[in-house]
T-cell receptor, first 115, second 115 residues
């Protein structure tokens, strides 16, 4: 029974480059979430998916951020033209529920460093 | 818009003492409320949640929280702290009327337990 996995675990990139962060949710989980955790701050909601659909994209910080989910499973968060302020830990979570009160199971995160 | 305020970024207690971590929320509707814990070098995991059933909610590891609508609070307590409780604790809120998926987290409270 694998949990939520994320790759890469660490990513160092240069300012202006694009990065892709991957999330593999727990099998059968219909909901998938992306958060950003900056040093000393809580989790910042970015986006959630119900199946392959993202009903609320208002949490994405700018149009440089995008996310997709295919096959109701794997999700990719893409950051274009990275900036230093994008440096953070990006967390993915999934839940098995038709409603939002279900327990979210979190992955270990991807630590992104933009030089 | 919903929001969560956790009072005290750091709380220190002695082993065996009462643990009290404070959380106040802002919501125009009765919310879903959650406490998550992040142990050192581990992912976040759910401690407990309130979803409009009993106002006193019991969670794992002896923690409980009480939903007080009049005070817009959802404080986390444990009668007797253990060294293993040292971790970061996050309070979170979501809106059932929009499915409850968009989850807003507080900034977190780091709990230190002294021997």
């Amino acid at each position: 029974g694998a949990g939520v996995s994320q790759s890469p675990s660490n990513k160092v990139t240069e300012k202006g480059k694009d990065v892709e962060l991957r999330c593999d949710p727990i099998s059968g989980h219909t909901a998938l979430y992306w958060y950003r955790q900056s040093l000393g701050q809580g989790l910042e909601f970015l986006i959630y998916f119900q199946g392959n659909s993202a009903p609320d994209k208002s949490g994405l910080p700018s149009d440089r951020f995008s996310a997709e989910r295919t096959g109701g499973s794997v999700s990719t968060l893409t950051i274009q033209r990275t900036q230093q302020e994008d440096s953070a830990v990006y967390l993915c979570a999934s839940s098995f529920t038709s409603g939002g009160a279900g327990e979210q199971f979190f992955g270990p995160g991807t630590r992104l460093t933009v030089l | 818009a919903q929001s969560v305020t956790q009072l005290g970024s750091h709380v220190s207690v002695s082993e065996g003492a009462l643990v009290l971590l404070r959380c106040n929320y802002s919501s125009s509707v009765p919310p879903y409320l959650f406490w998550y814990v992040q142990y050192p070098n581990q992912g976040l995991q759910l401690l407990l949640k309130y979803t409009s059933a009993a106002t006193l909610v019991k969670g794992i590891n002896g923690f409980e929280a009480e939903f007080k609508k009049s005070e817009t609070s959802f404080h986390l307590t444990k009668p007797s702290a253990h060294m293993s409780d040292a971790a970061e604790y996050f309070c979170a809120v979501s809106d059932p009327n929009t499915g409850g998926f968009k989850t807003i987290f507080g900034a977190g409270t780091r709990l230190f337990v002294k021997a």
